[in-house]
Structures are given as structure tokens and as C-alpha cells.
């Protein structure tokens, strides 16, 4: 009896404990909505994102289920994103399956991926394995994908960088395994670069090793260049890294970078090191890396540096190239840069590129530009390539122009060819040997 009684003595405290549980949290909804009201005014938008975070914070300790449900009254997407992530990644944390289960509540697409990977995030920082092992069975396509990344994310910042690198080598499907075990190694490099390097180096030759080499290296030289850039010189097999790691410390520090490769003994690999300092450092300053390029290159070395210097440089900005080419000394120099200019702008903007080169006074460097316009044209429009190169008027630039253009026409279409320079008897005598 007693035992019956005392039975019905506790189921009854639980229902007064369930009903003053429930009552409180009624009480405390308009609070809540009242306090979210008055965040979201904040029209400060890192401020008003900072109380939001608190807040969510705040209520995923205690109350993490009526937090989830005054996430959807958030109607900006930004600010639901700023209050909804630190929710579900520590309701991950502490309730895993709960905070995945409510993360369906959502359409498919970007919001439930961002409150999945949240929870699974939190998840994974006390369980790393057990959530890979949930999101292989419980998710697919770019769910499974993105949750792979997320997790082995956390997994590589908690110290383990290898065993979360080796679970990604037994996934069956290429894709993913490309995928995630290229976004663990890439954050495993920026904390331990050369154990992710030197568990790559570990694995069978091929385009996986290749790319996943690639992947280690390119965020290291991000963070150590000189030591990366060392890793690679003492590592015979990945000389082919060099140039693309040279190229990027460049951006960081081409003075440094130019420094260290003069200690370079191999040539060939010292020139395409060069080329790739001369490539980056040209997108902040061509005018400098040229320069640079002028004391520094000889040979063709120096001549595929001024093709690409000019040549990005004319893409982006032709009207600017082309006011800086004017100082350029001797004349045989400018004129050669203007040739690469033009080829370049006539390739990107031809009818920008044309008549620019009509409005110009008559001289040399106008007969330069008619002839990389006409040699532009030549394939396309060979009728009109070929009236671009009769308006020429300097004698050898003129010949050569018109003989390239003929012979090319000739052999593509031969009684086209013939029937223009019918038209025009002078041409056949200024272009005969």
C-alpha cells in the first residue's frame, strides 16, 4: 500500500513539476519574442549579429528547443544564420540526434545544410568518428559532402590530423574521397604542413597523390613560404610544385621570394620560379615587375616576362598600358611592347581596340597597331584584315602584314584570295619577294 501510494505521490510531483515547467516557459515566450524584437532593430548589422549570438548562446543551455523555434521567427536570413548556428552546435554538442532530428524541420537547401553541419560540428568536437559514422548513413549528396568537411575540420584541430586522414582514404565513392580528405589536409597544413605533407608523400603515385600533394603545399607556402618552398627543394619528386609555390610566397613578399631563388642551382627550374614571381607580383604593379624584370631576366626568359606582364596588364586595363608604354626607351623596346598590347587588346575588345587605333596620328607605332589588328582579323574576317593592312602605311611593316594575310587566305579560301587581290593589282607587287 504504502508503495502504491508512494507511487502516486511521484507521479503527481511530476506532472505539477511538468505543468509549472510548461507554465514558466509560457511566461517566458513573450520575453523572449520581445528580446529578439529588439535585437533585430539594432540596425548595426556586427553589432545586432553579436547579441544574436549571445542570446542563442545563452538559451542553448537551457532551453535550446524553444530557442530553435524563435529561430524561424527571425525573417532576415543573415540574422536567422547568425542566431541559428551557435544553437545547433552546442545542442550538437550536448544532444546530438535531437539536434539533427529538429534540423529536418527546415526546407532542403542552404539552411538546413548550415543547421546540419552546426550540429555536427558540435558533435564532433566530443565525438568525432561517431558523427562521420551518422552523416554516412543519415545523409547524401552535398549533405554527406559538406558534413565530411565540417567534421574533419574539427577532427584535424583537435589533434587528429592523421586518423582523420586515413578514415577518409576507406570512403568508397572518388568523389567524397577526393573531397574530404582534401579538406582535411588542407587544414591540417595550416597547423602541422610538413605531417601533412609527409603523409601524402606516403601515398601510391598517381593523380590522387599529385593532387593531395598539391592541396598540403599550396596552404603551407601560404603560411611558412620558406619552409614549404625548402620541403619541396630537398624533395626531388615534387620539383614540380616549385614554380605555383614560388609564384605564391611572391604575393606575400617577392623581395624575399627573388632573394631565396638566386640560391637555386638548377636553371631551368630557376627560370619558371622566375616567371611565376614575375606573374603574381604583376597583378599589384606591372609597371614594378617589369622593371624588376629588365634587370633581373635575360633572353626569353625576359621575353615571356614582358608577354605576360603586358599582356595581363592590357586585358584589364589598355588605355593605362598604353600611356605607360610611351616611356619606354629604346624605340625598338616600345614597339615591341606594342605589339604584345595590341595582339592582347585587339584578342579581348576588337571593336574598343579599332578605334582607338583610327583616331591616332599617322607613324610607326599606328602601322604596328593596324598590323596585330590585322593579324587579329586574319582568320576571321580575312577581307577585312587584309584593308587594315593596306591602310599601312610604312613600306616593310605594310609588306609583311599583307604577305602573311594572302598566303594564310590562299589556303583557306583560294578564289576569294585571288578575286580581292584582283581588286587591288598594286598589293601583288608589294607583297612579291
Known sequence: MISVISALYECSAQESSSS???????????????????????????????????????????????????????????????????????????????????????????????????????????????????????????????????????????????????WGMNLSNEIERIFYVAEVLENWAEILPMDAANWVSKLPPGKFHDLMISKAVYVWVQHYPKTAAEWIVLSQDYHWLLPNAVGKWARFDHIAASAWLSLIADEHLSELCHAAIVTEWAIYNPAAAYKWSESNLKGEQLTNARRIILGNWTADYPLEVLIWSQDLKPQEKRMSALEVIFETWSLSDLTACKDWVKKQKAGLEKDICLSRLADTLMESDPEDAAGLALSIENPSVKKMSLTQIIENWKRTEPEKANAWAQKHPNVLNSVKP
Open 20 to 166: 509549472k515547467g510548461a507554465q514558466e516557459e509560457k511566461e517566458l515566450e513573450p520575453k523572449l519574442n520581445k528580446e529578439l524584437k529588439d535585437i533585430i532593430k539594432e540596425p548595426i548589422y556586427d553589432e545586432r549579429h553579436l547579441m544574436l549570438r549571445q542570446l542563442s548562446i545563452k538559451l542553448a543551455a537551457s532551453n535550446p528547443e524553444s530557442a530553435w523555434e524563435l529561430s524561424k521567427k527571425i525573417p532576415f536570413v543573415p540574422d536567422r544564420i547568425a542566431f541559428s548556428v551557435p544553437l545547433m552546435r552546442q545542442w550538437g554538442r550536448e544532444d546530438p540526434l535531437k539536434a539533427l532530428e529538429r534540423s529536418r524541420d527546415l526546407p532542403d537547401g542552404e539552411l538546413r545544410l548550415m543547421a546540419t553541419n552546426s550540429a555536427l560540428e558540435g558533435w564532433a568536437k566530443k565525438a568525432p568518428l561517431e558523427a562521420l559514422q551518422w552523416a554516412n548513413v543519415n545523409l547524401s549528396a552535398s549533405y554527406r559532402r559538406t558534413a565530411y568537411a565540417q567534421i574533419g575540420e574539427v577532427w584535424v584541430r583537435s589533434g587528429g590530423g592523421a586518423k582523420a586522414a586515413d
